[in-house]
């Protein structure tokens, strides 16, 4: 299983960014996935949730109205489109693979390296 | 609430046992994972669910849970064990998930 994020960098507060995510190694269309983020020195925050199928989608509180999750199984790649970004959005961000697919449990058994947003003018 | 409660940092001498703990309202309905992050490196799934230790994680790690209370223990502590350790669950209700802040475990 392997998971590669790209598009991270510098942005300005208010504009967008987008995250993609290529897995490899597994049949991506059966399994849920997630973003995960970390701020330079703090803790985990898990961001968003998107189903095997790209049907259902679910976000943190913080991101939600701002960013969406989404998934192109015929390419193995995920995204997170990322708008109206804010300072406090700066982290490094995980796509990370639930371990059960069908119905998303939380369990996050593989990991991307991250890449780094940075929010800043 | 849907946070989750862990102690800052605990130190433990090598080759000794270490427990840490995770506490919150969703793991009244949830069970939790648990993960291994080193400097500047992603997270490792190190235990979940009710007893599960993924393939390549060494089996001193080991996991419980009761009411609103997690817990994974290391057993015979590893200098290379030093690390952060996160817990995670899903929240009580709804698809969300939620992280404990981290504990930070020093082998001494």
């Known amino acids: 299983v392997h998971l590669a994020e790209s598009g991270g960098g510098v942005v300005q507060p208010g504009r967008a960014q987008r995250l993609s995510c290529v897995a490899s190694?597994?049949?991506?269309?059966?399994?849920?996935l997630h973003w995960v983020r970390q701020s330079p020195g703090k803790g985990l925050e898990w961001v968003a949730l998107i189903s095997y199928n790209g049907k259902d989608t679910y976000y943190a509180d913080s991101v939600k109205g701002r960013f969406t999750i989404s998934r192109d199984n015929s390419k193995n790649t995920l995204f997170l489109q990322m708008n109206s970004l804010r300072v406090e959005d700066t982290a490094v961000y995980f796509c990370a693979r639930d371990q059960d697919g069908i119905i998303p449990n939380f369990y996050f058994d593989s990991w991307g390296q991250g890449t780094l947003i940075t929010v800043s003018s | 609430s849907s946070e989750l409660t862990q102690d800052p940092a605990v130190s433990v001498a090598l080759g000794q046992t270490v427990n840490i703990t995770c506490q919150g309202d969703?793991?009244?309905?949830?069970?939790a994972s648990w993960y291994q992050q080193k400097p500047g490196q992603a997270p490792v799934l190190v235990f979940y669910g009710t007893n599960n230790r993924p393939s390549g994680i060494p089996d001193r790690f080991s996991g419980s849970s009761s009411e609103n209370t997690a817990s994974l223990t290391i057993a015979g502590a590893q200098a290379e064990d030093e690390a952060d350790y996160y817990c995670?669950?899903?929240?009580?209700?709804?698809?969300?998930?939620?992280f404990g802040a981290g504990t930070k475990v020093t082998v001494l």
């Open positions: 995670n669950s899903r929240v009580r209700t709804g698809y969300h998930g939620v």
């Open positions: 969703s793991l009244r309905r949830y069970y």
């Open positions: 190694g597994f049949v991506f269309s059966t399994y849920a």
